[in-house]
């Protein structure tokens, strides 16, 4: 098993396959998102990895991310959780949907969340412009558990479509913003112990989120230089405190299912049928 707390130098799937099964309890990436390079106008032209490629035969990309997946559901725990971000891509005018290699893989997809990054990278206007991306919360049974234990509900109500902007000051090509991780961990660990991994670490950010949250990580990165940026950002950690905090207050409940029944406000389907006409609150 490879030591914690830091970051492995390799291929994704290599680094997985000499791990153990069984260890992590959550995890949470993006990979690359085989976007073409020069194929694909001057925008992605510039969006380009050090040490990866990212013009792969589709076929071949979809069946190395589908080992990935494979390999990631045998390193984490019955009961655990992976979150994968990618998003919808068009090959000579036919989408590509993720869904289509992550529903191959041996995880169960127990949730599609939409990211509305609120801008999008589209210039021309051959479709309405992409502003959202996909997260699929994938989850490791317990037995026949297909549905798995239930999200508090400060963590519920932050709904499944996420509006947070995208991170615009690193000098890696495509990070995610800290929210992200921060978000996916705190929701499924609500506060118990966890170990976290990263195998496209990147920048670094869902070390960074599992850091300020107490818990140990691992990441795996293929590219010195994004392992050398991770490590100075892990190393002054205190830069990203605000943004962090800022993610974990909005995970609050304003008002318990109680409270609102004492207050003869709106409670679903379990407030009585005297109550009907009562005119209702806010539900949080």
Request: glycine letters at 8%; charged letters at 30%.
């Given at each position: 098993m490879y030591n914690l707390n830091r970051i492995v130098i390799s291929d994704a799937f290599l680094a997985l396959k000499d791990m153990p099964s069984n260890t992590f309890s959550v995890g949470v990436t993006s990979p690359p998102y085989n976007k073409g390079e020069k194929d694909k106008g001057w925008l992605v032209?510039?969006?380009k990895y050090n040490g990866a490629c990212d013009a792969k035969e589709e076929e071949l990309y979809q069946q190395e991310q589908v080992e990935v997946l494979n390999e990631l559901y045998r390193v984490t725990k019955p009961g655990g959780s992976f979150f994968y971000n990618h998003k919808l891509r068009w090959l000579k005018g036919r989408m590509i949907h993720p869904f289509s290699w992550v529903s191959?893989?041996?995880?169960?997809?127990?949730?599609?969340?939409?990211?509305?990054?609120?801008?999008?990278?589209?210039?021309?206007?051959?479709?309405f412009w992409q502003t959202e991306e996909r997260i699929f919360w994938l989850y490791k049974a317990v037995g026949n558990n297909l549905i798995g234990e239930e999200l508090d509900s400060r963590h519920a109500m932050l709904?499944?479509?996420w509006q947070i902007p995208p991170e615009r000051?690193?000098?890696?090509?495509a990070p995610f913003p800290i929210e992200i991780p921060t978000r996916c961990i705190f929701s499924v660990l609500n506060g118990k112990p966890g170990k976290v991994i990263d195998p496209y670490a990147g920048s670094g950010t869902t070390l960074v989120a599992a850091k300020l949250l107490g818990l140990d990580w691992l990441g795996i990165?293929?590219?010195?230089?994004?392992?050398?940026?991770?490590?100075?950002r892990l190393a002054n950690i205190e830069?990203?405190?605000?943004r962090?905090?800022?993610e974990v207050s909005l995970h609050i409940i304003r008002k318990t299912f109680e409270e609102r029944k004492q207050n003869g406000e709106w409670v679903g389907r379990y407030r009585k049928d005297g109550d009907r006409h009562k005119e209702s609150g806010n539900l949080w």
């Amino acid at each position: 098993m490879y030591n914690l707390n830091r970051i492995v130098i390799s291929d994704a799937f290599l680094a997985l396959k000499d791990m153990p099964s069984n260890t992590f309890s959550v995890g949470v990436t993006s990979p690359p998102y085989n976007k073409g390079e020069k194929d694909k106008g001057w925008l992605v032209d510039k969006v380009k990895y050090n040490g990866a490629c990212d013009a792969k035969e589709e076929e071949l990309y979809q069946q190395e991310q589908v080992e990935v997946l494979n390999e990631l559901y045998r390193v984490t725990k019955p009961g655990g959780s992976f979150f994968y971000n990618h998003k919808l891509r068009w090959l000579k005018g036919r989408m590509i949907h993720p869904f289509s290699w992550v529903s191959q893989s041996t995880w169960v997809v127990r949730q599609e969340i939409i990211w509305h990054r609120k801008i999008a990278a589209n210039i021309r206007g051959w479709r309405f412009w992409q502003t959202e991306e996909r997260i699929f919360w994938l989850y490791k049974a317990v037995g026949n558990n297909l549905i798995g234990e239930e999200l508090d509900s400060r963590h519920a109500m932050l709904s499944s479509v996420w509006q947070i902007p995208p991170e615009r000051k690193s000098p890696h090509p495509a990070p995610f913003p800290i929210e992200i991780p921060t978000r996916c961990i705190f929701s499924v660990l609500n506060g118990k112990p966890g170990k976290v991994i990263d195998p496209y670490a990147g920048s670094g950010t869902t070390l960074v989120a599992a850091k300020l949250l107490g818990l140990d990580w691992l990441g795996i990165e293929i590219c010195e230089d994004y392992i050398k940026l991770a490590e100075k950002r892990l190393a002054n950690i205190e830069h990203e405190r605000q943004r962090f905090e800022k993610e974990v207050s909005l995970h609050i409940i304003r008002k318990t299912f109680e409270e609102r029944k004492q207050n003869g406000e709106w409670v679903g389907r379990y407030r009585k049928d005297g109550d009907r006409h009562k005119e209702s609150g806010n539900l949080w």
